[in-house]
T-cell receptor
Framework: SAVISQKPSRDICQRGTSLTIQCQVD?????MFWYRQQPGQSLTLIAT?????????ESGFVIDKFPISRPNLTFSTLTVSNMSPEDSSIYLC??????????FGSGTRLTVV | AQSVTQLGSHVSVSEGALVLLRCNYS??????LFWYVQYPNQGLQLLLK??????LVKGINGFEAEFKKSETSFHLTKPSAHMSDAAEYFC???????????FGKGNQVVVIP
């Protein structure tokens, strides 16, 4: 299955700033996903990123807050914009390859102060 | 939309005892079901998956799960707990072509020596 490298692994950011998280897959994948895992909570899907089209956002998430790029079949970025302490979470990217082969990156642990 | 229910956020089990984590799902189409494990400060690792083949699925680290359509369940078991099984476990469901994963709230497993 695909191997995903995600960076940064962790960051501490000032409120009001933005952070871009990168996700690199070692092979071409059709669909990529971005999830948020708030402290002590499960994973919530933010958006689905398809190459060559706009990302599809889930209810409660908007492009202005979480812009996503997917320039090719092996790479995607998620930006957390105008951050507040409520954005402190783990952000994970995921890719699907073949029949239901979901792979996850190791996550970005974000703390907003 | 698909959903997953995992009861009991924290599960304590004695070393050598049976591990049983319950997962019930809701899906409008035949589901694809997954169990993931998350160790501290790490991403998600796939334990096993059900994709409409054999109803009893064997995974890594001695875990297995049985798909029961009549009970809409996909419970995870391991006959004998090991200290290294201490982690968080997530059940997830995907509705086929939708390809989006919906996660349960997770079970934090504590293994008691």
């Amino acid at each position: 299955s695909a191997v995903i490298s995600q960076k940064p692994s962790r960051d501490i950011c000032q409120r009001g700033t933005s952070l871009t998280i990168q996700c690199q897959v070692d092979s071409q994948v059709t669909m990529m996903f971005w999830y948020r895992q708030q402290p002590g909570q499960s994973l919530t899907l933010i958006a689905t990123a398809n190459q060559g089209s706009e990302a599809t956002y889930e209810s409660g998430f908007v492009i202005d807050k979480f812009p996503i790029s997917r320039p090719n079949l092996t790479f995607s970025t998620l930006t957390v914009s105008n951050m507040s302490p409520e954005d402190s979470s783990i952000y994970l990217c995921s890719a699907i390859q073949g029949d239901y082969g979901y792979t996850f990156g190791s996550g970005t642990r974000l703390t907003v102060v | 939309a698909q959903s997953v229910t995992q009861l009991g956020s924290h599960v304590s089990v004695s070393e050598g005892a049976l591990v049983l984590l319950r997962c019930n799902y809701s899906s409008s189409v035949p589901p694809y079901l997954f169990w993931y494990v998350q160790y501290p400060n790490q991403g998600l690792q796939l334990l096993l998956k059900y994709t409409s083949a054999a109803t009893l699925v064997k995974g890594i680290n001695g875990f297995e799960a049985e798909f029961k359509k009549s009970e809409t369940s996909f419970h995870l078991t391991k006959p004998s707990a090991h200290m290294s099984d201490a982690a968080e476990y997530f059940c997830a469901v995907s509705e086929g072509g939708n390809n989006r994963l919906a996660f349960g709230k997770g079970n934090q497993v504590v293994v008691i020596p």
